[in-house]
């Protein structure tokens, strides 16, 4: 056999050789592929990339660190995997190394660890690891985490092939891996969603359906929350002897956490209102019961009215909460009428007051959040309190409900397209 016959005997050997390579590439990037499409968790995705990737390169053992937005914790979520006919216990490899690939976010092949001056290295480490193959995992140009295997079974060095099969599964698991967490914010954001609208009939279904009816007294009512739940809230109270009292509340914050700390205050409310004949004392009461139970952090402001229709007077107390806007039917005049008072929450020992108001046929009394007066309009401007004087003034003889329907249309108009930041609530009590 002449030389020319062994040039192309070697040329087939190692064409051979690189098809079989190339099958074996592909069989085990196929392999990935139908396992991961079967698993919908991001932690059994990534099991599976670590398992075809041990297998792939004739590892020990691999590891799959997936990079967070903590700046303590840059590398969080772990997956680790060693072979199964492997004797040695699962170690781990510290974080000088994976430290190196996360800030220069390219390949690191390590033939031996023991040996090379670039990384400090424990004693322990050294002992159970020799080399070291690690491979960053992208989405495009997003870095997901860090591929990494260790110590060849056959007791050689990771190569140049091993390196360039752990990047092409590295790259094809950025994709999975991606698509695995879509699902999965997909899926949390569907059970949020029904949460919240779960959260929202609950809370509907505490705010009351109508206003009690009393000859005297016309009762409209305006709700929006920001949020699919919110912490605005309003009650309505029969106290006898022709007295109806009012009770307006806002939570610090919105969303669920107010929404929660609102039910709360509605269900002590509730149990108190009967037992005391003042606003103030009432407030002192609630007071009490919220700092014992209520998270520190949250507060309420909040008002409570108490409307003697047959003594023709208004009596009515201030938590920390937006002053009382009252038209005066006789002088054909509105003003807002302040009555200070700690927010519930801030002391134990808070004191409150109690303002009297006498009331005549046509007089209105509008109560509100502050999502009223701080809706702002595209150009960054408030509606404001002279903004609300004004609504009222414009319809202040009408009937209660058409009195809050003119607001709401000048407060929609004055905010055009800008998004609701805050929870809207109002409440109009005319007398008859």
Not at 1 to 22: F, G
Not at 335 to 340: A, N
Request: proline letters at 3%; hydrophobic letters at 40%.
């Amino acid at each position: 056999m002449d030389s020319m016959e062994n040039a192309k005997i070697t040329q087939l050997e190692n064409e051979i050789c690189r098809l079989k390579s190339a099958v074996e590439e592909l069989t085990v990037l196929n392999d990935l592929a139908i396992s991961a499409s079967t698993s919908l968790e991001t932690d059994h995705m990534l099991d599976i990339i670590v398992e075809k990737s041990v297998k792939a390169v004739k590892a020990e053992q691999g590891s799959i660190l997936l990079v967070t937005e903590q700046e303590d914790a840059p590398l969080k979520t772990l997956i680790r995997q060693a072979d199964q006919r492997s004797r040695l216990m699962t170690y781990k490899v510290g974080f000088n190394i994976t430290g190196w690939v996360l800030k220069n976010q390219q390949p690191l092949m390590i033939e031996n660890l023991a040996t090379d001056e670039r990384f400090q290295t424990t004693e322990q480490e050294r002992k159970e690891i020799k080399t070291v193959l690690c491979v960053p995992i992208r989405f495009k140009a997003q870095l997901l985490g860090l591929l990494m295997v260790t110590n060849k079974k056959t007791f050689d060095p990771f190569n140049a092939d091993d390196l360039r099969l752990l990047t092409i599964i590295a790259a094809q698991s950025g994709q999975l891996i991606r698509n695995s967490q879509l699902q999965a914010e997909t899926l949390q954001k569907k059970r949020m969603e029904q949460e919240l609208l779960v959260a929202r009939k609950i809370q509907t279904g505490l705010l009351p359906k109508k206003p009690p009816a009393n000859p005297r007294l016309q009762i409209a009512v305006y709700f929006n929350p920001a949020d699919e739940v919110g912490g605005d809230y309003y009650d309505y109270f029969v106290l006898g002897d022709d007295r109806i009292g009012v009770a307006l509340a806002d939570v610090s914050g919105h969303g669920t956490s107010s929404a929660l700390v609102m039910t709360m205050v509605k269900g002590i409310l509730n149990s108190i209102t009967q037992k005391f004949e003042s606003p103030d004392r009432m407030f002192a009461e609630l007071n009490a019961i919220f700092n014992r139970i209520a998270p520190r952090d949250m507060f309420v402001t909040m008002l409570f009215l108490v409307f003697d229709t047959k003594g023709e007077v208004l009596r009515y107390s201030n938590a920390g909460h937006n002053p009382v806007l009252f038209y005066d039917d006789q002088s054909k005049t509105c003003q807002m009428i302040e009555l200070r008072g700690p927010a519930l929450g801030l002391s134990k020992l808070a004191k409150f007051q109690e303002k009297q108001i006498a009331l005549h046929q046509g007089d209105l009394l509008l109560i509100y959040t502050d999502g009223v007066t701080e809706t702002f309009n595209q150009a960054g401007q408030m509606f404001g309190e002279t903004s609300l004087l004004q609504a009222v003034q414009e319809t202040a003889v009408a009937p209660a409900e058409k009195i809050i329907a003119h607001i709401k249309d000048r407060l929609l108009n004055f905010r055009g397209k800008t998004a609701q930041s805050d929870d809207v609530a109002m409440i109009a009590v005319k007398m008859v």
